[in-house]
């Protein structure tokens, strides 16, 4: 006991080490069990670490594609007016544009119609923008898929997106009939306006639910269609970088010189970003548990390893082996098996992570089914993005579970009594 504690015959983690924690790790017949439970083990943790990284990079893909769309089609920051309509829009806007940190500001006139052709009919939100803003608004000019917005301002039609044309069964170059309830005033009271309009061009944003309800008309003819006297109902503001909507408020406030009510994306959609959040976490800590079930598959497999090579361990602790010896062997052969779970789970969750585009549409072709229906869901396809650091908190957790779980274990076989081993071994 004392050399123990003086000297060590083997220098740590040495050859001799490593030689015996393989043969333990092999396959025998007697310990075919415990080859069993380590192949389990193994198997969890890569399926645990995999499946993780997999589901994160989703969310995160989930939440990058709905902030770009969601955000990219209205706005970061909404200027509403107060007191007074908003008729000196334009200065305004103007003014807001020269803000640093602010891209551009949009000035618009929105409201609700019923969009019907001679297929079919439902509701739409309508937007008045100016024609030089239009292109502008890359969300929209950029994903075109029929007709042009070149001459928007002055040739009286619509864009219209791609669902809503689908559900309409319209082409550019189709008439579009709109009615809203708030039309001209007679003295049998408000009669509801319904006007035609040709359809200009088709986009197809990628969002679903806007795809089939947006429809956008020049500024001017949707103050008239909606009955505004001059003025908008917003000035939507685009900033740089959407997380800094607290630094350019403050600042656009001060440049629209007017009273304003001033608020921004993260308040009209706290309660969806905020569940998409709460979901994510609980996600994490769901499959978290799969991992540690596996690490605890390591525990029970390395006792009952401690327990099968009890007359083995005694005999190499009366040829000199140290206690230190002995748990080093059995903490190299619990952890090589989560190390290599981990990695090999790595490696699994970035390939599939990485293709997830290509492996849907093969899995849709194998089963003859869409797995993913855009009229269902908000987005078109699966989105995915590997985040490094959360690949790497994945990789420390899930290896240092697997060392915490053959900790145990090898404390055990290191304080095996020889004696008594040999005894009843």
């Not at 015959?9 to 080490?17: A, I, N």
């Not at 017949?29 to 997999?54: H, K, Q, Y």
């Not at 306006?193 to 001017?220: C, H, Q, T, W």
């Amino acid at each position: 006991m004392a050399d123990d504690q003086k000297r060590d015959p083997t220098k740590p983690f040495s050859p001799f080490e490593w030689i015996l924690a393989g043969r333990y790790l092999r396959t025998r017949r007697r310990e075919g069990f415990v080859s069993v439970i380590a192949g389990f083990s193994f198997v969890g943790i890569m399926l645990g670490v995999a499946t993780l990284i997999i589901v994160l990079s989703v969310m995160n893909g989930f939440r990058k594609e709905l902030l770009d769309k969601i955000v990219g089609i209205n706005g970061h920051i909404f200027v509403a007016p107060i007191e007074r309509p908003l008729t000196d829009y334009a200065e305004v806007a103007d003014r807001v544009a020269k803000v640093v940190g602010v891209r551009r500001a949009i000035p618009m006139v929105e409201g609700q119609a019923f969009a019907s052709s001679q297929v079919n009919g439902g509701g739409v939100l309508v937007r008045g923008v100016r024609g030089s803003d239009m292109l502008k608004i890359t969300a929209i000019s950029g994903n075109l898929r029929q007709g042009t917005l070149e001459g928007f301002e002055t040739a009286g039609g619509v864009a219209v997106g791609r669902r809503l044309a689908e559900q309409l069964a319209l082409q550019v170059g189709d008439t579009i009939t709109l009615v809203t309830p708030r039309g001209a005033t007679t003295p049998f009271g408000t009669a509801p306006r319904v006007k035609n309009y040709p359809v200009a061009a088709v986009f197809e944003i990628g969002m679903s639910e806007f795809d089939a309800s947006f429809v956008y008309m020049p500024l001017s003819e949707a103050q008239a269609y909606f009955n505004r006297d001059g003025d908008v109902n917003v000035i939507e503001v685009f900033l740089e970088n959407a997380d800094r909507v607290d630094e350019a408020r403050s600042a656009i406030e001060m440049a629209a010189e007017r009273p304003i009510l001033v608020t921004d994306w993260r308040q009209r959609n706290r309660t969806f970003f905020a569940a998409l959040e709460v979901e994510r976490n609980v996600m994490f800590i769901i499959l978290t548990l799969i991992v540690l079930v596996a690490a605890l598959n390591i525990i029970s497999g390395l006792i009952m390893l401690v327990k099968d090579k009890s007359s083995d361990i005694a005999i190499l602790r009366t040829m000199g082996a140290t206690r230190g010896a002995i748990m080093r062997v059995f903490l190299i052969t619990g952890a090589s098996i989560g190390v290599v779970g981990t990695l090999a789970g790595f490696g699994l969750g970035l390939l599939v992570a990485l293709n997830i585009q290509s492996l849907q549409a093969g899995l849709s072709r194998l089963t003859g089914s869409n797995l993913w229906d855009p009229t269902v869901r908000f987005l078109t396809q699966i989105p995915a993005e590997v985040n490094a650091g959360e690949v790497v908190s994945v990789l420390l957790m899930a290896m240092g579970l697997s060392l915490l779980a053959t900790l145990y274990p090898s404390w055990r076989a290191a304080r095996l009594d020889p004696v008594q081993a040999l005894r009843y071994g």
